[in-house]
């Protein structure tokens, strides 16, 4: 598992807090602002997108006029006009697909190496594949090669609609339907890429999967959709880091994950977020609202989540598993970071349907500043889920007085033979650690990171090894300045 | 190398210290004895620059600088060193991760190479024996669920990898069997050195058997009342802090 042993120096990541502001200057092909049925068809027709995937989005745009924003969550935020943002950006540079890296632009490879994105020789070694999405166009695709000889099939979304219709016509919106929430229709409607992955019977993929999302042009949505079907026995391991440049505006985030886990696979799926979050004052900022959701369809089978919320001004988002297989499990690992006016409401939703069906919950919720952090869950048994098990653990850790933690645990057990246990905590820092810290020559700053991290240790190791590094040194930024 | 002079603090608005003079030269041992609430804790807290502990007057010269200047971090770094009465738990972090983050925290302050977590690990191990510290205590989350003697011997290999000039040890024998406090005490002796200095705060007599003082100096109501060589902690065992102080009970 991960080596989470490393403790690195914070002050050496960022000369500023959020190193990743940085606006690359790049030609972009965009739609026009405003959202209507015509911007649905530029989209797809962008995309030479056959016309069941057209209509498949109509039907959702259609639907999605008759929704109406959900307004249950702990957050607070000013309406979003959906009709003064633009729905689509590409690099202009990209409107002939790069056949291989050499092909790319320049300067979107600097970029990536700005973030730190290993997009080149370093990266054969590392054994990592990413699948870089540069706003709307994935832009290069590494490692496809390899993975084509297991039978791997790792691409965007938009070429797999062309190349391969038939898994996504079978799968796409079968976990998370363009009927399920408000800002997942909206991205049924006007999703413009993300990632699609495809793992035979009986395939361990041999590598980690990685895809970069990153926002870049001013007033675009980010609608990304990622599929991932892991077929009979297969095993696959996909990453997602999330960064994006600063800017004084709020921008609108709202991607749509669907896995679907058949007999005997395993998914793990691990995200470190971190979009900007605005400000010390609150100012500017990614909204970020999530449909995540995973289908344990087959029996015996697994689906793990791992997230790292660092960023946004405003995080919605709920990676939930549905335990439909017998014997099938589903794992929650999360760390929700909110520091000065960040407000983050997340959580999981666990359904047991099938027997025997497993699922563990580890919630890390820190709160600094003004920010306001709720952990929302759900752990519901279906009557026939005989012998369903579920721990939740949630985990509160304040810092300082003007912060918030709330925890909204809903446990819906319809099954005598259900076993359902919650355990919740709340915490600070204390004077003393902090003391002690201090005093063994360690600053405040590192002191403060080095006992967050302690705290969120568990949910930490879950993570492959490459990510959990950057996940400390992530952690420790993301609170610097926090005490005193 | 520790030089205070009529230091006056306060804590809560209430004054402990009340004008304490204390002089510790490089290559000696200073014992400081006194009953509860004579300011033992508030002096070893002061000289580590705790928040909550105001220097209203007076001053503390550490190799001829105003300790009071300098943050709890950086006075580590210069060498300054306190093993405290009460060590603190801190839940998830390994032991070894802390270590090697407060090493490098201080070499990094003095401007020096960080040392990588292989020669850490060398140098812990090497300095860990001597004080029957195991590879699992190291593994396992600082001082949690760790024995009384346990976070004791963990501080005194703290100030052994550390090698600081100036170490203050509160109430290190407080908890501790005998056994333990022999273990302490060999670890506390073996850094004796002409370059350093070393101040024993305690209440009782009991571990300056083991480590036997330069200096003994009694503390009372925020001031040193009376000083002298090793044979004095053996009279106040015996007579008590009332007869040589001369105050009344």
């Known amino acids: 598992m991960a080596n989470t042993e490393t403790t690195e120096r914070v002050s050496d990541l960022s000369g500023e807090k959020y190193k990743y502001g940085f606006v690359t200057d790049i030609e972009m092909d965009r739609a026009p602002k405003g959202l209507s049925e015509d911007t649905v068809r530029f989209i797809s027709a962008k995309k030479t997108e056959p016309e069941w ?21 702990r957050v607070h935020y000013p309406p979003i006009d959906y009709q003064n ?23 979107l490879l600097e970029t990536y190496k700005k973030l730190g994105i290993p997009l080149s020789e370093q990266m054969m070694l590392a054994g990592v594949a990413v699948d870089a999405v540069f706003d709307s166009v994935s832009v290069a695709t590494t490692f496809k090669q390899k993975l084509t000889e297991a039978g791997v099939i790792f691409c965007p979304i938009s070429e797999a609609i062309r190349e391969h219709p038939e898994l996504v016509r079978k799968y796409l919106g079968s976990v998370v339907p363009t009927t399920d929430n408000f800002f997942a229709t909206l991205n049924s409607a006007v ?25 870049n042009a001013s007033e675009t949505g980010q609608f990304e959709r990622t599929l991932i079907i892991a077929d009979e026995d297969s095993y696959v391991s996909y990453l997602e880091g999330c960064t994006a440049p600063k800017r004084d505006e709020n921008q609108l985030h709202a991607a749509v994950v669907e896995l679907i886990a058949l007999d005997g696979a395993e998914i793990k ?35 793990s989540w791992t997230q790292v919320e660092t960023g946004s001004a ?19 690992y999360s760390i929700a970071i909110a520091n000065n006016y960040q407000q983050a409401d997340t959580g999981t939703k666990m359904i047991h349907l099938g027997r025997n069906t497993r699922s563990r919950i580890v919630s890390k919720g820190i709160s600094a500043g003004h920010a306001e952090n709720t952990y929302r869950g759900l752990v519901s048994v279906h009557p026939r889920a005989e012998g369903a098990r579920n721990h939740t653990q949630c985990d509160s850790l304040l810092i300082g007085g003007e912060c918030g933690a709330h925890t909204v645990p809903y446990i819906e057990s319809r099954c005598p033979s259900a076993s359902v246990e919650h355990e ?15 005093s063994r020559g360690i600053p405040q700053d590192e002191a403060v990171s080095l006992i967050v991290n302690g705290f969120c240790r568990e949910v930490l190791q879950q993570l492959p090894m490459e990510f959990a590094v950057e996940a400390q040194k992530l952690v420790g930024i993301s609170l610097e300045g926090s005490v005193g | 190398m520790l030089e205070i002079r009529d230091l006056h603090v306060t804590v809560d608005g209430k004054e402990i210290l009340k004008g304490l003079n204390l002089s510790i030269p490089a290559g000696e041992v200073h014992a400081v004895m006194g009953p509860n609430g004579s ?3 508030t002096l070893s807290y002061t000289l580590a620059g705790r928040e909550g502990y105001d220097i209203t007057s007076g001053s503390i010269l550490y190799k001829g600088e105003e300790l009071a200047a300098l943050t709890p971090d950086a006075r580590a770094a210069k060498g300054f060193f306190l093993a405290l009465q009460y060590p603190v738990e801190i839940p998830g972090v ?8 407060a090493l490098n925290a201080q070499r990094r302050a003095r401007g020096e190479d960080e040392v990588d977590a292989v020669k850490v690990l060398r140098l812990v191990r090497e300095k860990a024996k001597a004080l029957n510290i195991t590879e699992d205590m190291l593994r396992r989350p600082l001082n949690v669920g760790f024995s009384g003697g346990e976070k004791k011997r963990l501080e005194i290999l703290q100030m052994a990898l550390f090698e600081p000039s100036l170490a203050v040890l509160d109430e290190t024998d407080s908890g501790l069997d005998i056994d333990a406090l022999r273990l302490v005490a060999e670890g506390v002796n073996a850094m004796r050195s002409p370059a350093r200095a070393m101040l024993v705060i305690t209440h009782y007599q009991r571990l300056l058997d083991y480590i036997v003082p330069t200096r003994v100096h009694v503390l009372r109501a925020g001031q040193i009342v009376t000083s002298g060589g090793p044979e004095l902690a053996k009279e106040l065992e015996k007579k008590g802090y009332e007869t040589i102080t001369g105050a009344a009970a």
Do not use: H
């Open chain 1, 314 to 332: 405003i995080t919605w988002k709920y990676p939930s598993c549905i335990l439909r297989g017998d014997n099938s499990v589903g794992e929650f």
């Open chain 1, 424 to 438: 919740a905590t709340t915490s600070k820092i204390s004077d003393e650690q902090l003391f002690y810290c201090l």
């Open chain 1, 269 to 303: 799926y691990s995200t470190v977020q971190n979009w900007y979050p605005g400000d010390e004052e609150g100012k500017g900022g990614i909204f970020n609202f999530v449909t995540k959701r995973g289908d344990c369809r087959g029996k015996n089978s697994k689906i």
């Open chain 1, 53 to 73: 995937m057209l209509e498949w989005r109509l039907e959702a745009y259609q639907r999605w006029l008759e929704m109406r924003e959900p307004k249950w969550a």
């Open chain 2, 39 to 41: 300011g033992k804790s």
């Open chain 1, 191 to 215: 999703f413009s890429d993300g990632s699609f992955v495809y793992v035979p019977k009986g395939v361990r993929c041999p590598m980690e999967l990685s895809t970069y999302f990153r926002i």
């Open chain 2, 94 to 101: 390994s032991t070894m991760v802390f270590l090697k983050t």
């Open chain 1, 85 to 107: 943002s633009s729905y689509y950006a590409a690099p202009k540079s990209q409107g002939e697909r790069p056949k291989n890296l050499e092909d790319i632009d320049p300067k």
